[in-house]
């Protein structure tokens, strides 16, 4: 595993904005993850799958500079780790996942997918997050291309989902018939992971009024494709 700084560092909030229960504010950009970082030689012909159960019942494969024909959108958003740690103020670019829903349907009345990054990661998200204002396939961060280690040539980013449902090296997604639990989620992690609600552990699915921050539970979040 990489990782940036230790996650238990001290507060960086500024502003002392409001944040996601039980989450304190930094403003560096710690890497943590699993595995190698992927060499990008080609990054306009990094390729993505859209499949599944989609309205044609075809899957579609499409490279990154086919993906970039899509409307621009720029989003400010802090960015929250179940390691209980928020980066704040990230400046992402990229493609609205919503345009990429439109340009490639589900069927109707699909509700769940899931979502897959280089060397077999996957996270179940669902359909409605995907659609929010917020969520992106983002190419930039601050202003740059992405990093190398924070997901080059692209990521997906949710800001209102803990960050380990946002993969780096984003390789596409697949409409679900019915759920289906992703890398983390298979290993104790909450199906949805709603920071707001503090959606950490898999427990809270069957007892929503637990909170972590009110409850004994693991210390730290998944260390794996998350910053």
Known sequence: ?????????????????????????????????????????????????????????????VTLAELEKLPRAELTADMHCAGKFTTLDNIWEGVRCRDVVE?????????????????????????DDLLSENAMLATHQDGEPLAPEHGFPVRLVIPHLYSWKGPKWFRGWEYL??????????????????????????????????????SPGPEHGPTGQDF
């Open 177 to 214: 018939l019915q759920p289906r639990r992703g890398f983390w989620e298979e290993r104790g992690y909450h199906l949805r992971g709603q920071a707001w609600a503090e959606e950490r552990w898999s427990y809270q699915e069957t007892h929503p009024g637990r909170l972590p921050s009110q």
């Open 103 to 127: 340009a490639y349907p589900p069927l109707p009345g699909i509700d769940n997918v899931i979502v897959y990054g280089q060397y077999g990661y996957s996270a179940n998200v669902r359909l």
């Open 1 to 61: 595993m990489q990782e940036g700084p230790d996650h238990d560092h001290p507060p960086e909030n500024p502003d002392d904005r409001e944040l996601p229960p039980g989450q304190h504010g930094r403003l560096d950009r710690p890497v943590r993850h699993y595995g190698p970082v992927p060499r990008v030689k080609d990054r306009d012909a990094w390729s993505m799958s859209f499949g599944g159960a989609t309205k044609s019942d075809e899957s579609f494969v």
